[in-house]
T-cell receptor, first 113, second 114 residues
């Protein structure tokens, strides 16, 4: 099946710094990718829909200036958490759709100290 | 709009006994339905999917689910639980259009007792 690679798998950063997370579709082209956030013991919540060559669509309550999304090619979308704070610590997962199935990255555990 | 309800936040079974994880969905059009499993601190693994073909869907590791339109349900079952089945299970609904996202249910934590 199709593969989505997410990097890094975990990252620890200091408050106030920015962190970039990459999501790549390895063997298919994804015009649309999705970014989810998962708090401990909770479900995945959609943050934004990333569209190749255009601006991302953010869900209500998600700060677009804090969570910058760039989808510059058909195989790469990036999520940058800007000026990170401890409350941004979470598990972030990307996915890309290939026909009728979504393929998920392995997730990135972000810890802000 | 689409939504998913997983009726049990936690299910506990003994090893070797059947597993039933319940899922009900709401969709304004014909949905695609999925079950994903997530082991602790891991990513998501697809167990099975329904995309308007056969209503009884067989997945990996002995899991299966039946799509029942009249009940708007897509319950996940397994005849005999194994210790390695202990994990978080998510029922997911989506439309058939390429740009539609996947809506996750709240999840059910499955515990398997020896």
């Amino acid at each position: 099946g199709a593969v989505v690679s997410q990097h890094p798998s975990w990252v620890i950063c200091k408050s106030g710094t920015s962190v970039k997370i990459e999501c790549r579709s390895l063997d298919f082209q994804a015009t649309t990718m999705f970014w989810y956030r998962q708090f401990p013991k909770q479900s995945l919540m959609l943050m934004a829909t990333s569209n190749e060559g255009s601006k991302a669509t953010y869900e209500q309550g998600v700060e677009k200036d804090k969570f910058l999304i760039n989808h510059a090619s058909l195989t790469l979308s990036t999520l940058t958490v800007t000026s990170a704070h401890p409350e941004d610590s979470s598990f972030y997962i990307c996915s890309a759709r290939d026909w009728d199935e979504a393929f998920f990255g392995q997730g990135t555990r972000l810890t802000v100290v | 709009a689409q939504s998913v309800t997983q009726l049990d936040s936690h299910v506990s079974v003994s090893e070797g006994t059947p597993v039933l994880l319940r899922c009900n969905y709401s969709s304004s059009y014909s949905p695609s339905l999925f079950w994903y499993v997530q082991h602790p601190n891991k990513g998501l693994q697809l167990l099975l999917k329904y995309t308007s073909a056969a209503t009884l869907v067989k997945g990996i590791n002995g899991f299966e689910a039946e799509f029942k339109k009249s009940e708007t349900s897509f319950h996940l079952t397994k005849p005999s639980a194994h210790m390695s089945d202990a994990a978080e299970y998510f029922c997911v609904v989506s439309g058939h259009n390429y740009g539609q996202n996947f809506v996750f249910g709240p999840g059910t934590r499955l515990s398997v007792l020896p």
